[in-house]
């Protein structure tokens, strides 16, 4: 797989098609693999690229600073500007998201279009932190395939393919001990980020999968109100994956966008 190094780190994407770059950023605890369907059907329409955030994937494990945001994001600035780009479509998941945002407010001129699936621009409360915390303590106590488990019945809709949760389990059970734990450190001391959402200038989409319990529709209704002339697709039978349990209809939802 092609790679790139930025701030020491190898960071290693998958890319596929021709045309203007579109960049999919992957949610947590998951890789590039979550894209690959989106990959395969976009890549008549875009010069398509998933890379693995550092730590995840085959990228190089997360170093002692941890997991910002922001450092997500510069890798990803880093990656536009390195495939010679002026700037790109950026698709955000979950986490994704939130480096998409960081994105958009450390780089705006990387930033094409912007599509948010199943993430939020706020920053966690006091209980979501606590959730994190002890997150961190089942992982360290019962290891990561307790986290695969919990994982597929949190993430995935009411009747999620077999194939979903292959996938699911795959990504969760490939990420590294001190990413998880880095990951789950950065996202709760993530910033909130509503306050750039009234200047947004650019073409937003907002995906929400119907059953997502993680981040629930009624919050990606909020996230597209706050962001003027955004659109918002909800995709039935997902839960917060869209991309692998309705990948037709996630892929169908960036064709149309993209072509408006
Ligand atoms: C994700 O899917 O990236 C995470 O569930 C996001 C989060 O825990 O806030």
Redesign the pocket.
């Known amino acids: 797989m092609p790679h790139l190094i930025a701030d020491h780190t190898t960071l290693y994407y998958r890319e596929a098609g021709e045309g203007p770059l579109a960049l999919f950023i992957?949610?947590?605890?998951?890789d590039h693999t979550l894209w690959l369907d989106q990959l395969r059907g976009l890549a008549h329409l875009r010069r398509c690229v998933a890379p693995d955030l550092r730590g995840f994937g085959r990228s190089d494990p997360a170093g002692a600073e941890g997991l910002p945001m922001g450092t997500m994001a510069d890798d990803v600035a880093a990656l536009i500007q390195a495939l010679d780009a002026d700037s790109a479509d950026v698709v955000g998941?979950?986490?994704?998201?939130?480096v998409a945002l960081a994105l958009w407010e450390r780089h705006p001129d990387l930033v094409r279009t912007l599509t948010l699936a199943?993430?939020?621009a706020t920053a966690?409360g006091a209980q979501?932190r606590e959730k994190?915390e002890s997150m961190i303590d089942r992982l360290l106590d019962r290891g990561r395939s307790a986290l695969g488990e919990e994982m597929v019945g949190?993430?995935l809709g009411e009747a999620p393919s077999a194939r979903a949760r292959a996938r699911l389990r795959t990504m969760t059970e490939a990420t590294p001990y001190e990413t998880l734990v880095a990951?789950?450190e950065g996202?709760k001391r993530r910033q909130d980020r509503t306050g750039l959402l009234s200047a947004m200038s650019l073409p937003v989409l907002v995906i929400t999968g119907e059953e997502d319990s993680?981040?629930p529709p009624a919050e990606a209704e909020a996230l597209a109100e706050a962001i003027p002339g955004a659109r918002l697709v909800t995709i039935p039978g997902s839960g917060?994956?869209p991309p692998i349990e309705q990948p037709e209809a996630m892929t169908r939802a960036l064709e149309e966008f993209w072509s408006s």
Not at 26 to 30: A, S
Not at 93 to 98: A, I, T
């Open positions: 992957h949610g947590f605890p998951l998941l979950s986490m994704g998201g939130y199943d993430t939020r966690d979501a994190r949190a993430l990951a789950i996202m993680v981040i917060h994956l």
